[in-house]
């Protein structure tokens, strides 16, 4: 009797697994169409970082500037720019005109690293 039981239980956790993996799998990520002469910005938050200490763009290019969000509650903003993304605002457009250096930071209250959560953006 313990054998069928366990042999049960072995299937039942084999079906879970195999269910659990099929559902969790990423969707496939969409074509990302760009206007012509556009580039392409990407910017990254996990738990109190960004995943670059600088992005560089360059002066008087057009850019789709997309912001995702892997893991907490952030969002950015690009002091003097008046530049702000987050989960339910995640992408704009923009020509980055006047060359220098700006700083990024995290503009949700995310926890105890949130103070550090600092990167740049240098416009060539």
Not at 10 to 17: D, F, K, N, S
Request: aromatic share 8%; glycine share 8%; net charge negative.
């Amino acid at each position: 009797m313990h054998k069928w039981i366990m042999s049960a239980l072995v299937t039942i956790a084999c079906a879970m697994g195999v269910y659990l993996l099929a559902t969790a799998l990423p969707e496939r990520p969409k074509e990302e169409t760009l206007a012509e002469g556009q580039e392409m910005l990407r910017i990254k938050a996990t738990n109190f970082e960004f995943d670059q200490a600088e992005y560089k763009v360059k002066a008087g290019t057009n850019y789709k500037v997309k912001y995702s969000n892997t893991l907490g509650n952030h969002g950015v903003e690009f002091v003097g720019l008046g530049i702000e993304l987050n989960k339910d605002n995640p992408e704009t457009e923009v020509t980055f005109d006047k060359p220098g250096t700006y700083e990024m930071h995290c503009s949700i209250m995310c926890g105890q690293g949130h103070s550090t959560m600092i990167s740049k953006l240098i416009v060539e």
